[in-house]
T-cell receptor
C-alpha cells in the first residue's frame, strides 16, 4: 500500500538520451511535486501541480517537462540528458495548503547519467 | 540565496544524549515549519511540524522550539537512540505550499 510510488527506482543512461520518471499517489491528494536532491543531499523543488495545473515552476532547464495526466499522476520527462542531471529525484504529494499540509515523499529515483 | 539555513552539517552524539539542530529563515511569509527525517535510500518523512503562533511543540522525544522574533527554530531529540541516525531537514512553507528545505544535518548516534 505504497502512498507515493515512483518508477524506476534506479536509472542509468547515457548523455543525450531522453528518459521519463513516473509517479503515482493513492492518497487522494490534489497537489503533487517534483524535488531534486543533489550529491550533497540538498533538496530543491522543481515543479508543483495542483489538480493537474502547474503552479510552481522553479528555474529548471526546459529540458525538464512535467506532465500530469490526472491528479493522481505526475510524470517527469527529461530530454537530452546531461552529466549534471545526475541526482535523486523525489515525487511528493500533499493536500493543498492550509492545515495538514504534510508532504508525502516517494522512495526516489536515482538517475545516473554517464 | 538560501532562505533556510541549517546547522550543524553533521552531528555525533552518544546514546541517551540530546541532539540539537538549528535553523534560521528569512522570509516572513513562511507559516509552517516542518522537520523531515531521511534514512539512506528512502524519501524524506515528516517527523514533527510547528506553526509560528506557538513557541514549542513536543511529540515523544522530539521537540521543536520556535522563536518568531529571531526567525529561528530548532529540533531537540531527547534520549537519542542509534535508530535516530539519519539526515534531518528543517523546512519552511508558505501558503503556496512550496517547501524550502535547509541543507540537512547528518546525525549519528553512537551506541
Amino acid at each position: 500500500d505504497t502512498a507515493v510510488s515512483q518508477t524506476p527506482k534506479y536509472l542509468v543512461t547515457q548523455m543525450g538520451n531522453d528518459k521519463s520518471i513516473k509517479c503515482e499517489q493513492n492518497l487522494g491528494h490534489d497537489t503533487m511535486y517534483w524535488y531534486k536532491q543533489d550529491s550533497k543531499k540538498f533538496l530543491k523543488i522543481m515543479f508543483s501541480y495542483n489538480n493537474k495545473e502547474l503552479i510552481i515552476n522553479e528555474t529548471v532547464p526546459n529540458r525538464f517537462s512535467p506532465k500530469s495526466p490526472d491528479k493522481a499522476h505526475l510524470n517527469l520527462h527529461i530530454n537530452s540528458l546531461e552529466l549534471g542531471d545526475s541526482a535523486v529525484y523525489f515525487c511528493a504529494s500533499s493536500q493543498g495548503g492550509g492545515q495538514g499540509r504534510r508532504a508525502f515523499f516517494g522512495q526516489g529515483t536515482r538517475l545516473t547519467v554517464v | 540565496q538560501q532562505q533556510v539555513k541549517q546547522s550543524p552539517q553533521s552531528l555525533i552524539v552518544q546514546k541517551g544524549g540530546i541532539s540539537i539542530i538549528n535553523c534560521a529563515y528569512e522570509n516572513t511569509a513562511f507559516d509552517y515549519f516542518p522537520w523531515y527525517q531521511q534514512f539512506p535510500g528512502k524519501g524524506p518523512a515528516l517527523l514533527i511540524a510547528i506553526r509560528p503562533d506557538v513557541s514549542e511543540k513536543k511529540e515523544g522525544r522530539f521537540t521543536i522550539s520556535f522563536n518568531k522574533s529571531a526567525k529561528q527554530f530548532s529540533l531537540h531529540i531527547m534520549d537519542s537512540q542509534p535508530g535516530d541516525s539519519a539526515t534531518y531537514f528543517c523546512a519552511a512553507q508558505d501558503s503556496g505550499s512550496r517547501l524550502t528545505f535547509g541543507e540537512g544535518t547528518q546525525l549519528t548516534v553512537n551506541p
